[in-house]
């Protein structure tokens, strides 16, 4: 039987150092992951939500909009299709009440989403497009010429996640073609998007 001369080994200072620098590294890549999770989770809301609108903005562009009026024997009626114009306010009203926090809607009539509900064709009530949940964004949307071929939609998200005064925008676009039917772009467009 041999005996171990010496005394038990246990960890030098210089293993301990190392062990401990590395769990360090490891748990400042595990923040910075966690970090760019949390913002890519919240920066879907903008994305979902203005894929929804341009869905709700084709829709009240293909419904009919004609007048309720009769025609008389002969006439023809006018244009039919139209998209709906540019709300008279975003949702928040200002894009300080989404720096670094969520923003609660007010659901009643003639307020956020339903400012313009007064108002045929006008705003998110045209689009029929509402957030009853918190949102991290201001969104708006501007319509130019929305009757006639060549008119314009432009969808926007407007945040400030990290409340540091910097905003990321995320824009969604459409026109109408010459054939009279609208399109939407199969792309968002981020502006300092990590924002």
């Given at each position: 039987m041999s005996r171990r001369s010496g005394r038990a080994r246990g960890f030098t200072l210089i293993e301990l150092m190392i062990v401990v620098a590395i769990i360090g590294i490891l748990a400042v890549l595990a923040v910075y992951a966690v970090r760019k999770y949390v913002t890519h989770a919240k920066t879907a809301e903008a994305i979902n939500s203005l894929g929804q609108m341009g869905?709700?903005?084709?829709a009240a562009f293909e419904k009919e909009a004609m007048p309720g009026s009769t025609l008389s024997p002969g006439s023809v009626a006018g244009l039919s299709r139209?998209?709906?114009t540019s709300p008279s306010t975003?949702?928040?009203g200002s894009a300080g009440k989404i720096q670094g926090q969520k923003y609660q809607s007010?659901?009643?009539?003639?307020?956020?989403?339903?400012?313009d509900v007064a108002t045929p064709g006008?705003?998110?009530a045209c689009l029929n497009f509402a957030m009853d949940a918190p949102q991290y964004y201001q969104y708006n949307f501007i319509t130019a010429n929305?009757?006639?071929?060549?008119?314009?939609w432009e969808g926007t998200a407007v945040g400030d996640l990290?409340?540091?005064g910097v905003l990321s925008t995320t824009e969604i676009f459409g026109v109408i073609q010459t054939t009279m039917t609208f399109s939407i772009a199969p792309n968002l467009v981020f502006t300092n998007p990590d924002e």
């Amino acid at each position: 039987m041999s005996r171990r001369s010496g005394r038990a080994r246990g960890f030098t200072l210089i293993e301990l150092m190392i062990v401990v620098a590395i769990i360090g590294i490891l748990a400042v890549l595990a923040v910075y992951a966690v970090r760019k999770y949390v913002t890519h989770a919240k920066t879907a809301e903008a994305i979902n939500s203005l894929g929804q609108m341009g869905k709700d903005e084709t829709a009240a562009f293909e419904k009919e909009a004609m007048p309720g009026s009769t025609l008389s024997p002969g006439s023809v009626a006018g244009l039919s299709r139209a998209l709906c114009t540019s709300p008279s306010t975003p949702v928040p009203g200002s894009a300080g009440k989404i720096q670094g926090q969520k923003y609660q809607s007010d659901q009643t009539n003639g307020k956020d989403w339903n400012a313009d509900v007064a108002t045929p064709g006008k705003g998110f009530a045209c689009l029929n497009f509402a957030m009853d949940a918190p949102q991290y964004y201001q969104y708006n949307f501007i319509t130019a010429n929305g009757t006639a071929a060549g008119g314009t939609w432009e969808g926007t998200a407007v945040g400030d996640l990290n409340g540091d005064g910097v905003l990321s925008t995320t824009e969604i676009f459409g026109v109408i073609q010459t054939t009279m039917t609208f399109s939407i772009a199969p792309n968002l467009v981020f502006t300092n998007p990590d924002e």
